[in-house]
């Protein structure tokens, strides 16, 4: 790796609710740049989950977040001419990393409605530990699970 690594930015705080994880989910929402369609998406989203659970939505959003981000993963290592799929700890900002990706995703996957409903249903599901979202978690934490055998070859 030549001269340094690239110095990490400070994300502002998103202008409604004030939290620099919301702010950092909006630019994962955004596409071809476009941030006030990605911040429309993002609060019509949170008006629908404020009005559908009448708890704070920001509230509902961090259990969501914190019921989809896996704490294991699996690792691919080539040892003596095998592959083994080794279990690692996950890293925090690679846990928050995932958890927005599978949120995301999961919505974008459901067809037929607008993007603000899909994206609100899935982190009600999540905040309730259900969900496709949270079902990749399990698949993940799974596989983790049963290659622990292989855990020994981490360094």
């Known amino acids: 790796m030549r001269g340094k690594p690239a110095p990490r930015r400070k994300i502002a705080n998103d202008p409604k609710y004030g939290s620099p994880v919301l702010s950092k989910f909006i630019n994962y929402i955004m596409t071809g740049g476009k941030k006030s369609v990605a911040q429309r998406v993002v609060y019509g989203a949170f008006d629908i989950v404020a009005k559908k659970t009448e708890k704070a939505p920001n509230e509902v959003f961090e259990t969501a977040l914190v019921n989809v981000s896996p704490s294991l993963e699996v690792k691919s290592k080539r040892v003596g001419g095998a592959n083994y799929q080794i279990p690692m700890q996950v890293r925090a900002e690679r846990r928050q990393q995932l958890a927005f990706r599978w949120l995301i995703g999961a ?49």
């Open 107 to 155: 919505a974008r996957s459901k067809k037929g409605r607008p993007m603000a409903e899909k994206l609100a249903g899935e982190i009600m599901a999540a905040a309730e530990n259900t969900g496709d979202a949270v079902k990749k978690k399990m698949d993940v934490q799974r596989m983790a699970e049963a290659n622990r055998a292989f855990a020994h070859f981490a360094r």
